[in-house]
C-alpha cells in the first residue's frame, strides 16, 4: 500500500518524478467557494523553485502551474483540483554514470532494495522535485487558512553552527536564505559558500510558526496535531528530526519550570509562556504553533565518496551536477506548506467535533 | 474526523478513559496463523503498569488483559482481536475539585475547547492510561516481528541532565528506569527522587533501537518510515520531539560527515557510519532504526501554580494525586510498542510493493 | 489489509465471533454532545435479538449491551464509544460435528481457503451474530440523525412470493415479521412456517426508506450516497442484491418515464415522481430514500445436502441447529442500521463541502 | 471528506470535468515490474470513446491517453502512475442556455445544492466522461489481473424489454452494443434506434463475470468482495441497482435449491451450480463472479419536461446536445474496469491474510 496521499479530510495525492512527464498534485477536499487562480499557487511555487539565488542549485524551471480541474469561473467546485507543472531543465545523460552506482545520503540503494528497480534520472520520485506538488497545494491550503486569520510563517533557524536569535518576520524574505536575523544573515551565506567551495555541503534548522490557530484542532489519540505535524515536516527529504514548542529542550526542565501557567488577557485565556508550542494533549491552545525541523546537510557533494555498485563491488563517487549547498532555503515554503497542509485538515476535522446547536 | 485508529494495514483502533470501564483495543488485520495467548500482552503491559516501583506513581492498576475475539485454538483467525483492560483502582472524589480547574500542561483546557465538555475524572480519554492499549497491541505487533528477526529495544537515554554514555541492553531491565549505562542509573533514580521530594518533576529522553529490518521498509512520500514513526512517538503522551539518527546533531555536520558511506560486509551492502538511524529517503536501508523522543516532564506537580477557571477566573492549583515524577521509566514500553506497531504496519506493506515473481 | 471498520467520518469497527467472548463495537467519530442511554441501544438490540417469535431461532441470547467508553454524564464525549455484548446461550458441542465439513451456502470453505483455518463454532465472524454490534452503532447513528428530523424506516417487502402491495408504517411492528401490509401478513408467516415444517427456509425482500434527508448527501465520484448504500446494505449476511428507486425496472422504462420531472411543492423543489430513490448523481435530492435489498434463504437447512469434507472426499451434510426460516424480520433493524450509519457518515461529511460564510 | 478516491491498496484518484483541461486518474499502489505502455491503456479507453457508432453519441473525443509518470524504460517504478486525458471536442456554448435550468434525471440540482454552484458545462463532473480515468486505471488492473490468469467480461445483458439468453463470449465485440446473443442484437440496435428516433432514450442490463479468481478474496465484514463490487458498481454513472449471482431471484428460492451444493471437480472443490455468483459470506469461492447491474435510460432526451429553475420557477426543457440513447455498450468498459479495479485491490489485499510460511 503506496503512500503518495497525505491528509484525511483536506488530500492531496502527489505524483511525478524529477526526470519525467512533470510534477502534480491532485486535492481533493477543498471546499466549494474559495476564489482560487493559478497566480495564487505560483506565488508559493517560485519561493520554492531552483536558481533563485547563488546558495541554490543552478538547474532552471521554470515551474509553471497549470490547474487542469476543479477551478471554474476563478472558484473552487468542490471537486478535485489537479494541478500540473511540466519539466523543463532536463539532462538526464549525467545520470546514467551513475545508474550502477548508490550515492551515499540518497535514497538510490532503498528504493532499489524496495521496488527492485529505480528511476535513476535526477533520483526519480526521491527527488526534492516532488515537493513542488507539495507547495502547490499548500498554496491553497494558505487561502483557507487566511480566510480564517491564520497565517503560517518559516524561516531559517541556524545553518551549520549559526543560529538566528532576533525572528523578526520583516526581515526574511529580504535576504536570500531566508534569515529572520539580519545580525546573522550575512554569515550565514559566508557559511554556505565556504562549505560550498570545498565541494562539501551544510545542514540547518527551519522553524516554522502558525499564528491564530484557535483552540481545538487535533484529534486524540493518533492524529493529535503535534503528531501530524511531526508526520508531515518529517516526510519532507532530509529531515531528520522535529520538535514542538521546547522541544528536546523539555529534558532538562522541571515540570515547574515547562508548564504554562494559564493566564487571563483580558476575557480570554492565555499561558504565560509558550513552552508547549501551542498544543496540549494533542490539541491546540490557541497559543503560536512552534514546529522545528532539523535539515541534514545536502547528500549531494562533490567530495569523492566512499560506496558500491548495484552489483556489490567496492567504488567511489563525486556527485556532479546542480545542486543546493544547503537545503534550508529553499526548504522554508515546503516546510510551510506542509504544516499549512496539516492545519486545513485539522480545521476542517475540528468542525465534525461537536454536535451543531 | 476522529483520531483513534492507528496504522494502515495493521490498524489498531483504541478506546477508554482513565476512570470508565477500561481500556481497550481493537487490533485489524493482524495475519492468521499467529500464536497468541494472553501471557504474551500480559508480559509487556506489566512493564508498563504502575506501582512498579518508587520512581512510579502508586495507583495500582494490575492491569490484567482479556483476549475477547480472534483467538481460536491458541492462534489468531485474521478475524478483529479485542483486548480489554478492566479499570479497578478508580478514585474520582478527588477530581471533582479540579472539575472547574485547567491544570497547567494538562490537555483539561483544549479537551474543552475541542468538545465543548470533558471527563476531567483522572484525565479522561487523555490520560496516559490509554497507552495500555497501544502497549497489548505492541505485544502482537512483537511477536510478528519476532517471526522475521526483528526486535525492538528501548530505554531511557536522559533524565533531566544525566545522560547515559554506554549502551548496554542487558542492563535496561535491571533496574527500574530502564537506564543502559550502569554507571549513571543510581544519579538518574536519585534525581528523580530530589525532584519528587520538591513536588516537582523531571523530563528525560528515551531512545529505541530496531534490529534487524530489512531494506525496504517505507511508502514514498508522505508515509515514509521516519514520518509514520515521528508521528508513532509524537502521538505518545508529553512527547514534545523526535529524532532519527543524528537527529538535530545534523545541523552542524557537513555532507562529508553526514552521509553515511556504503561498504561491504562480506557480501552484503552495509554502511559504515549509521548517522541517518536506519533511514534513506524515508525507506529503511538494513541498517539498525535509531529513534529518539524527548518527554518532558511530567505536567502533574505539588506546587502552585497559577490558572484560571472554567468560567475564566484567575486561581491557583497545586496537583495532588498520584504521579510519576518521571514518565521515562514507564515510557520505554510505550515508545517500544509504537515503533513495533509502526514496523509491522511497513513490513506488512512492503510485501505490496513489487510484483511476485 | 483488513475490513472491520465502516465509514469515513462515523466510523465503526465490529469484533467478536459467535461463541468468543461477545460481540462489541468501537464507534470513533460520534459528535460530542449527543445524550447517549444503554436503554437506546437496547431498544434497538431487542428488534434483532433471537427468540422473538416463532418465525426466528430458538437461541435465547439476552443481547445486554454495555457502553464501556466515550459516554460521561449521559453524554458522548467526543471520544470512541465502546459498546460490548456478552454471549451466553452458547453451545459450541454441536459444532464439532461439521468442523471438516463444508456447509452449503455458508462461508466455511472461503474462510478455510482465506485464513488457512477458521472458527468453526457457530459460524465464528461469518455468524449474523456479529450484526449486533451494527445494530448498536446503528442506534447511535439514528439518534443523531433524529436531530436533523431523519428517520429510516425498514420492513419485509417480500417473503417467498409474497409481496407487500401497501406500504402502511404502522402496521410494521405490529407483527412478527416485520410487513407493512397487513393483507399478506398471515400469508406470509404461513409460508414461513410450511417452508420451515419441511425442513427448509425462504428467501425475500427488505425495504428501507429514509425520511427528511436533506439534498446534498454523497461525495462524487466514489463515495456516491447510492455507492455508498449498497456496499452497506451488501456487507449484510445473505444479501444478493440492492437496488435504489426503481431498481431493475429501469432497464425496461424510457428516459421519458424513468425521469422524475422537477416541481414546485409551495417554494420547495421536489419533483413529481421518485424513481430516483432519492439520489441524482450521487448525491441526495431531498426527496425520500428507498433502498432495496434481496436476502438469499437461510443457507441452515435440515434437508441433506451434498458437500465435501476439509480432506477433500464427498460427503453430506444436514445442518442441525437453531436457525431462522427466514432471516427478513431480524434482517429489518440490520439494513435500518447500515443505512442510517451511511447517512450520517455522508450527513458530516456534507458539512466539509462547502466554505463557511 | 471528498470522495475521489478508489480502492485501498490499488488505489485510483479521478480528475476532471466533461468541459476543462482533461480527464485524468492518478494510480497509486500498482507494484514495481509491470509491462506497462500507452497502447495498453489506449485499446481499452478505444472501447469506452465515443463516436463509436450510430448508438452512440457524435461527441467525437480522440481519447489519447499520456502517461506522465510512474513508468520508466517501459516498466511501472512502484510510484504513482498519472494519466491524462485532454479535452478536445468541447462545445460548451450551448450548456449556457440550461445553465439556469435544473435537467431532470441529472445531477444538476443536486451539485447546486451539494455546493451552491456547479460547472454546468457538459455536466461538468457528474458528465460520464470522468470514467474515461476509470478505464485508463482499469486497463493497469486487467494486466495485473491476467499474470494471475483471471479474466473480466462485460456485456450487455438486456436492452429495454429484450434479453440476451445465450452468452456466448466471441459475440460480444462482434456487434455495436456488445450483445453476447447473436439472436437478439438486431433487435436490440432496432429498439434503440426507434427510441431514438422519437427523442427517448432506453435502460438495460450489463453483466460481468470474472474468470479465474481464486478463493480468498474479500475483507469480512464490511469490506466483503460482494460490498465493494456493488459500490464499485453503483458508483458508475445511471446505475440504479447491483446483483451478485441469481440476485433478486434468491427472493422465491427456497434454501434446498439456492444452496450451492460442494462437489470434486478431479481433487478440486467446486460448487455444483452457482447460484452465489462466486462469494460466500463476503469472500470468493474459486467459481465464476458474476456481476449485473441495471442502467437507467439516459436521461438526456430531447421531448419536453417539466423542471424549475435556479431560482425557482416552473419551466420546460428539451436536453439538445449528442448524448447516447442507450448507455449500455459504452458502460461494458466502464462496468469492466470497476470489476477490475475492485478485484486487484483485493488479489494485493489478499496477500496480507496470513502468516507467511
Known amino acids: 500500500m503506496a503512500g503518495s496521499t497525505f491528509g484525511k479530510v483536506f488530500r492531496i495525492t502527489t505524483w511525478g518524478e524529477s526526470h519525467g512527464g512533470g510534477i502534480g498534485v491532485v486535492v481533493d477536499g477543498c471546499p466549494a467557494g474559495l476564489a482560487l487562480k493559478e497566480s495564487d499557487i505560483q506565488k508559493e511555487l517560485d519561493r520554492r523553485k531552483t536558481g533563485q539565488s547563488k546558495v541554490t542549485t543552478t538547474r532552471k524551471e521554470g515551474d509553471k502551474v497549470r490547474i487542469m480541474s476543479g477551478v471554474f469561473k476563478g472558484k473552487t467546485m468542490g471537486t478535485p483540483i489537479s494541478m500540473w507543472v511540466e519539466n523543463h531543465d532536463v539532462d538526464s545523460s549525467k545520470y ?11 535514497a538510490d540503494y532503498t528504493y532499489q532494495m ?9 533520483g526519480g520520485r526521491a527527488s526534492a522535485r516532488e515537493t ?13 487558512l487566511a480566510r480564517h486569520k491564520i497565517k503560517v510563517i518559516g524561516y531559517t533557524r541556524q545553518i551549520g553552527p549559526l543560529r538566528a536569535k532576533k525572528i523578526d518576520f520583516r526581515e526574511i524574505e529580504r535576504n536570500i536564505i531566508r534569515c529572520p536575523d539580519k545580525d546573522v544573515t550575512d554569515k550565514m551565506i559566508d557559511h554556505i559558500m565556504k562549505v560550498r567551495k570545498k565541494g562539501d555541503s551544510a545542514g540547518g534548522v527551519v522553524e516554522v510558526i502558525a499564528q491564530g490557530v484557535p483552540p481545538g484542532l487535533g484529534e ?26 521546547v522541544g528536546f529542550e523539555a529534558a532538562e526542565m522541571l515540570g515547574s519550570e515547562c508548564n504554562d501557567a494559564f493566564i487571563l ?13 501551542g498544543i496540549l494533549g494533542g490539541i491546540s491552545n490557541g497559543q503560536d504553533i512552534v514546529v522545528r525541523l ?10 569523492t565518496q566512499d560506496t558500491v555498485t548495484l552489483k556489490g563491488k567496492k567504488a567511489t563517487i563525486s556527485v556532479e551536477g546542480r545542486h543546493d549547498p544547503c537545503i534550508c532555503p529553499r526548504a522554508v515554503p515546503i516546510a510551510e ?4 497542509l496539516t492545519l486545513i485538515d485539522h480545521l476542517l476535522r475540528q468542525q465534525l467535533s461537536r454536535l451543531k446547536k
Chains 1, 2, 3, 4 share one sequence.
Open 220 to 245: 486524540p489519540v493518533f492524529d493529535k496535531l503535534d503528531a501530524d505535524l511531526a508526520k508531515a515536516v518529517m516526510s519532507i527529504p532530509a529531515v531528520k528530526g522535529v520538535e514542538i514548542g
Open 294 to 303: 532539523v535539515m541534514k546537510p545536502t547528500s549531494s557533494i562533490n567530495k
Open 132 to 144: 513542488a506538488g507539495r507547495v502547490a497545494a499548500g498554496a491553497i491550503a494558505k487561502k483557507l
Open 96 to 106: 546514467e554514470l551513475i545508474k550502477d552506482l548508490y550515492r551515499p545520503g540518497h
Open 265 to 277: 488577557k483580558g476575557k480570554k485565556i492565555s499561558t504565560r509562556t509558550n513552552h508547549a508550542g
Open 114 to 122: 524496495k521496488y527492485g528497480m529505480r528511476d535513476y534520472r535526477g
Open 337 to 340: 506548506a506542509m504544516v499549512a
